[in-house]
């Protein structure tokens, strides 16, 4: 399976929020860029980490648009 990102970020759904997958699993649903950040912090990227970065393509793919489409 080499090529595909471990992150999977969905398109917005009709009320705004983001399906967000780690390797498959469902890990919740965001509605803003922190939302994501928190849910990967949840799910062991950069634990402790303050900030992480969402713009890493070979980290996450988004899917309906990008970071900054929330609906």
């Known amino acids: 399976m080499s090529g595909h990102r471990p992150v999977i970020v969905y398109p917005p ?3 705004g929020g983001r399906r967000v997958t780690v390797h498959g699993r ?3 649903l965001a509605h803003g860029r922190g939302e994501v950040a928190s849910l990967l ?3 062991g990227f ?3 980490a303050d900030d ?9 793919e988004w899917r309906g ?3 900054d489409t929330w609906g």
């Open 46 to 48: 950069a634990p402790g």
């Open 26 to 28: 469902i890990v919740g």
């Open 52 to 60: 992480i970065d969402l713009d890493q393509p070979e980290l996450i």
């Open 65 to 67: 648009g990008d970071l």
């Open 13 to 15: 759904s009709s009320t």
């Open 41 to 43: 912090r949840q799910a």
